[in-house]
Nanobody, 125 residues
Framework: QVQLVESGGGVVQAGGSLRLSCAASGRTDMLYAMGWFRQTPAKEREFVAAISLLSGNSHYSDSVKDRFTISRDNAKKTMYLEMKSLKPEDAAVYYC??????????????????WGQGTRVTVSL
């Protein structure tokens, strides 16, 4: 089993930047894809981005493309989400996810087996 722990959430002004981290532990030999979802009380969990731990290939939701960058450091077993030009609508609890295979078509919660507990991002005006 894989354990995922997010960090880096907090309060940021609109237009600002924030970097989230996700550290993986446990059976990381079975981990080939990681990503991020986010959720607010008013919405279902929304796909943000995902990355292949082997190739570095990644894909994003249209709402964050060009503003967010996903990356990974395999040696540290850590994935990052660099968020820039943050908007109030980006405020949410961000969840780190993992799975044993990467596909650019993966963008639904059921596509990922492993989930972290979430870290909250608040964007103030």
């Amino acid at each position: 089993q894989v354990q995922l722990v997010e960090s880096g959430g907090g309060v940021v002004q609109a237009g600002g930047s924030l970097r989230l981290s996700c550290a993986a532990s446990g059976r990381t030999d079975m981990l080939y894809a990681m990503g991020w979802f986010r959720q607010t009380p008013a919405k279902e969990r929304e796909f943000v981005a995902a990355i292949s731990l082997l190739s570095g290939n990644s894909h994003y939701s249209d709402s964050v493309k060009d503003r967010f960058t996903i990356s990974r450091d395999n040696a540290k077993k850590t994935m990052y989400l660099e968020m820039k030009s943050l908007k109030p609508e980006d405020a949410a609890v961000y969840y780190c996810v993992g799975d044993d295979a990467y596909s650019s078509g993966k963008k639904y919660p059921a596509d990922f087996k492993d989930w972290g507990q979430g870290t909250r991002v608040t964007v103030s005006l």
